[in-house]
């Protein structure tokens, strides 16, 4: 295997993106005031959180959206608060770039149901992320009009943008990828439901495969996304998804990238981060060649440096393999601090 052709798309520029309200990056004074804490430059600086989240029902439930409050702030806050908000993003740009990321991954979707809010709004987060960083762009979006507006702010100048996804259900948006002449993320998923093995997925990718070529996209503008479920939910789900990047390596070869929001896979676990750490590994070693990851996370760094020989790491792989019925033995090693 070859973890040193991984490619890392940065998944953090993303409204979805939580915070636990009274954790390390958030703080509450007692004057009431909530600010989330961040380097920039080497500097503590604070982001005010705004009430229009402090009374939402994701704060009352001890989270809060922190790229949805600096976007927010950028666009909305005041003089001070709206260059607190920029510089945050900022921050997020430049740290991927540093810890190896190859694209800088922005998804605006969950900042609000308003899609001429949200279509200025992806425009604006891609400019202030193209001022901190110098690598292309991946546009993430539901939306056909969203991902338009995000892919006509990118400056390719830095290299060819990103379309995050393509698929059977979204002919629309590889329309828009070849004309703006954009790599894409292509999902396994089928025209009306996701796939539940190897030979659906290997199913929607050989009709989606054609249409790509069509398009005018190489093998190498190709990242399959094969899909990754989580465990917690299925104990297969791990296994299932490595054997479909061993089928989808096979039949379509070395020129292609292979992708996936291997943080997934971790979902309602403990210790997600080593999880996921032995996940990409397991997944480099099945013939992937990258992620749409966390890259403080997940980067060539962390992937060189896995002890495969550890407890750590031998009881993550069993988990994720299906051998750790109910994931008891890794379960209990967390709870006791073993690993």
């Known amino acids: 295997m070859d973890i040193e052709k991984f490619i890392v798309v940065?998944?953090?520029?993303h409204c979805t993106r939580i915070f636990k309200v009274g954790g390390k990056s958030v703080r509450t004074h007692a004057d009431g005031m909530s600010e989330i804490v961040f380097q920039a430059d080497g500097e503590r600086r604070s982001l005010p959180v705004p009430p229009v989240f402090t009374e939402g029902a994701d704060?009352?439930?001890?989270?809060?959206?922190?790229?949805?409050?600096?976007?927010?702030?950028?666009?909305?806050?005041?003089?001070?608060?709206?260059?607190a908000g920029i510089a945050y993003l900022q921050a997020l740009a430049k740290a991927q770039e540093a810890r190896g990321a190859a694209?800088?991954?922005?998804?605006?979707?969950?900042f609000s149901s308003d899609t001429d809010e949200r279509v200025r709004l992806m425009q604006w987060t891609v400019n202030v992320a193209q001022q901190a960083a110098t690598i292309p762009v991946s546009v993430d979006s539901s939306s056909?009009?969203?991902?338009?507006?995000?892919?006509?702010?990118?400056?390719?100048?830095?290299?060819?943008?990103?379309?995050?996804?393509?698929?059977?259900?979204?002919?629309d948006a590889l329309?828009?990828?070849?004309?703006?002449r954009a790599v894409v993320i292509a999902s396994a998923a089928g025209e009306s439901g996701l796939p539940a093995n190897t030979d659906e997925r290997l199913a929607n990718l050989n009709r989606l495969m054609p249409m790509l070529a069509d398009a005018g996209l190489g093998s190498a503008d190709i990242h399959v996304d094969p899909l990754v479920f989580p465990i917690s939910v299925d104990a297969n789900n791990g296994r299932g998804f490595?054997?479909?990047?061993?089928?989808?390596?096979?039949?379509?070869?070395?020129?292609?990238?292979?992708?996936?929001?291997?943080?997934?896979?971790?979902?309602?676990?403990?210790?997600?981060?080593?999880?996921?750490?032995?996940?990409?590994w397991l997944a480099v070693e099945a013939g992937a060649d990258g992620g749409i990851v966390d890259p403080a996370q997940i980067n060539l760094e962390e992937l060189r440096a896995l002890d495969v020989g550890s407890e750590g790491f031998q009881l993550a792989k069993a988990l994720l393999l299906g051998e750790d019925e109910y994931g008891m033995n890794f379960i209990a090693a967390s709870r006791e601090g073993t690993i």
Request: glycine share 8%; hydrophobic share 40%.
């Open 144 to 171: 056909l009009e969203i991902l338009k507006a995000g892919l006509e702010a990118c400056d390719t100048s830095r290299g060819r943008p990103m379309v995050n996804s393509v698929s059977l259900e979204r002919k």
């Open 10 to 13: 940065g998944e953090n520029i």
């Open 175 to 180: 329309e828009l990828a070849a004309r703006c």
């Open 59 to 83: 704060w009352a439930n001890g989270r809060v959206k922190h790229c949805a409050v600096a976007i927010w702030q950028g666009c909305y806050g005041s003089p001070a608060d709206q260059a």
């Open 242 to 280: 490595l054997d479909a990047v061993k089928a989808i390596r096979a039949e379509y070869g070395p020129d292609i990238h292979i992708v996936a929001g291997l943080s997934n896979v971790s979902f309602g676990m403990p210790n997600r981060k080593l999880i996921n750490q032995v996940f990409s």
């Open 103 to 110: 694209y800088l991954d922005i998804n605006v979707d969950e």
